[in-house]
């Protein structure tokens, strides 16, 4: 994941065996540090911390060369 890419998110746990699906919540990455494993979302006018492995990308953001 790379700043700008547009993300979704879900504040819950999520457990296999789990009947009802999570909530999802979609954002643009701010900040995402590998050795944190934490991710920074902007969702709503407020910058979020989200546990990367809540976090799955939606849409990469084009590159510019």
């Known amino acids: 994941m790379r700043s700008g890419d547009w993300v979704r ?12 699906l999570p909530e ?24 979020v911390s989200i546990v990367a492995s809540k976090v799955q990308l939606a849409v990469r953001a084009k590159e510019e060369i």
Not at 9 to 20: A, K, L, W
């Open 9 to 20: 998110f879900c504040t819950e746990d999520i457990h296999p065996m789990q009947r009802n």
């Open 24 to 47: 999802w919540k979609h954002g643009l990455l701010v900040e995402y540090n590998n050795w944190e494993k934490v991710a920074r979302i902007l969702i709503d006018g407020e910058i």
